[in-house]
């Protein structure tokens, strides 16, 4: 793919690009609903990406275009960058939060994108986009930002320029992990820390299932949780629930008690997961993944059938723990499985939301990959 970007390149602008950029999708292994409550999430990258080849210009003209967005290039201007609109806004909004961190980055721009990030299926091609582009202009444009500042910038773009009010969890886990490792980071400062997965060596593999179900609901009931979270915060007279602990919640009552309950509850599965990980028992971690779920489901109540249904057959066709993955209201579920079982629980996911009368199911196997590199392509120079 990325000799035809180079080519595409050559095509649009009749010249090399200065170089070729990669960045991956990423999965929350578990930690869900902590970020906001700046806890621990565990995310890692996963073998999908987004690349870019870019190359500088000598004016004050930015364009770019995606082949998973085959209409007219996008062209505009430094001074307008942070208006862009529709999916340019996460590659112009990165460029645009870049300036603001960096007066070092200068002049146009010209941006060629292609990736195997599936689009709005919660694996993050927006972060993906995001963190290639971060990347590439950082490099080429000779800025001494680190990937925690690029990571940064990537949010910055996705709040402030595409309005959505993300975290910086797939930013993160799309600069900063390593091959084979998730990101334990801690969403309060930011620090990360690698803990190796170690599933490939017994066995063990990963698929995402994304049921294709999205709820209208969706970011009012996410923004409902993150009051309910803070008003919990506010009761117990902690700066955030990521500092309440097991015994103070006997001080609260009603959905603040399930909502509270739930992130005191998933903060410490992410630390046991964490435990068991580096103990070389990826296996066990599977009731860790089906305890989050349960606790998604009745304490902090974003789940939706179509998930529990993927969760129960997962588990019924051998899956060692299941969950739903993201902010819920639809979305996917992450499987932890034996390879042996992974085809039949493929069948089984299908069939179960069939029966259910959910749309079928897309089901992914992903691995463990590598941050966000430059690629060799073997462009001259
Ligand atoms: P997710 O990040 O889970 O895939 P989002 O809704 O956050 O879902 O981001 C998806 C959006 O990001 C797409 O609708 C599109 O606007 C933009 N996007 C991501 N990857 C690309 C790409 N390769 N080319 C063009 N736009 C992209
Ligand atoms: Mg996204």
Redesign the pocket.
């Known amino acids: 793919m990325s000799s035809d970007l180079v080519a595409t390149f050559r095509a649009a602008t009749g010249r090399d690009p200065e170089g070729v950029f990669s960045a991956p999708g990423r999965v929350n292994l578990i930690g869900e609903h902590t970020d906001h409550n700046e806890g621990h999430v565990l995310p890692f990258a996963i073998d999908r990406r987004?690349r870019v080849a870019a190359g500088r210009r000598g004016d004050d003209i930015v364009t770019v275009r995606?082949a998973?967005?085959p209409g007219a290039p996008v062209t505009t201007t430094l001074e307008a960058l942070d208006r862009a609109r529709?999916?340019s806004a996460?590659a112009l909004g990165t460029l645009w939060a870049l300036r603001e961190a960096d007066p070092a980055i200068t002049g146009g721009w010209d941006l060629v994108?292609d990736?195997d990030?599936p689009?709005?299926?919660?694996?993050?091609?927006?972060?993906?986009?995001e963190c290639a582009v971060a990347l590439a202009i950082a490099e080429l444009g000779g800025s001494d930002l680190d990937r925690h500042a690029l990571a940064r910038a990537g949010r910055r773009a996705e709040n402030d320029v595409v309005g959505?009010p993300v975290g910086i969890m797939d930013q993160a886990a799309s600069l900063l992990c390593r091959d084979g490792a998730a990101l334990l980071l801690d969403c309060r400062t930011l620090h990360g820390e690698d803990v190796a997965l170690g599933l490939d060596e017994v066995g063990l593999v990963t698929l995402v299932v994304d049921t294709r179900v999205r709820h209208d609901l969706a970011d009012g009931g996410y923004a409902d949780r993150r009051a309910a979270c803070v008003a919990a915060a506010e009761a117990l007279g902690v700066p955030a629930l990521r500092d309440a602990t097991p015994d103070m919640l006997g001080r609260l009552d009603g959905d603040l008690l399930r909502r509270a309950r739930h992130v005191v509850t998933e903060e410490a599965r992410v630390h046991r997961v964490v435990a068991l990980l580096r103990d070389g028992r990826p296996a066990d971690v599977g009731p860790e993944l089906t305890a989050s779920h349960a606790s998604l489901r009745d304490d902090f109540e974003v789940s939706v059938p179509a998930l529990d249904a993927v969760v129960a057959a997962a588990l019924d066709a051998g899956a060692l723990g299941a969950r739903l993955v993201g902010g819920g209201f639809g979305g996917s579920a992450l499987v932890l499985a034996p390879d042996a079982a992974a085809a039949e629980i493929g069948t089984a996911v299908a069939r179960r939301a069939a029966a259910g009368g959910h749309p079928e199911p897309v089901v992914r196997a992903v691995r463990p990959a590598a941050g966000a590199r430059r690629e060799d392509v073997g462009l001259p120079g």
């Open positions: 987004c995606s998973q967005e529709g999916w996460y994108v990736g990030v689009l709005g299926s919660g694996l993050s091609s927006s972060a993906a986009l959505a």
